[in-house]
């Protein structure tokens, strides 16, 4: 079973920086999974923001957040990550981490991703 955990969300002010992480669980072959971190607005559809490839050779990025946000990973640790500066209130909604098991290029299609984390809030005051 392929367990998924946000963590580093929380209140920050206009302009600050944020980061995220996602721990997949002992026995996860994270390895080779695709990840992915989407976000959810209040009253709005979840959408994407970033994936990285299995090897972190690939990133991709919603076409507006790029250049703000970065996805990363740690392969030994089982953790991906979502930096995320100058943050807007805009950017205020529930961040989650996704994994994907059979793309070998990111994707940004929500049906690709089989397992998904709780969420982790983050809310930017303006």
């Known amino acids: 079973q392929v367990q998924l955990a946000e963590s580093g969300g929380g209140l920050v002010q206009a302009g600050d920086s944020l980061r995220v992480s996602c721990s997949a669980s002992?026995?996860?072959?994270?390895?080779?999974?695709?990840m992915a971190w989407f976000r959810q607005a209040p009253g709005k559809e979840r959408e994407f923001v970033a994936a990285i490839s299995w090897n972190a050779d690939t990133t991709l990025y919603e076409d507006s957040l790029e250049g703000r946000f970065t996805i990363s990973r740690d392969n030994a640790k089982n953790t991906a990550y979502l930096q995320m500066r100058s943050l807007k209130p805009e950017d205020t909604g529930v961040y989650y981490c996704?994994?994907?098991?059979?793309?070998?290029?990111?994707?940004?299609?929500?049906?690709?991703?089989?397992?998904w984390g709780q969420g982790t809030q983050v809310t930017v005051s303006s």
């Open positions: 996704a994994a994907d098991p059979h793309s070998i290029v990111p994707q940004s299609d929500i049906k690709k991703y089989y397992y």
């Open positions: 002992e026995h996860t072959p994270f390895s080779s999974y695709a």
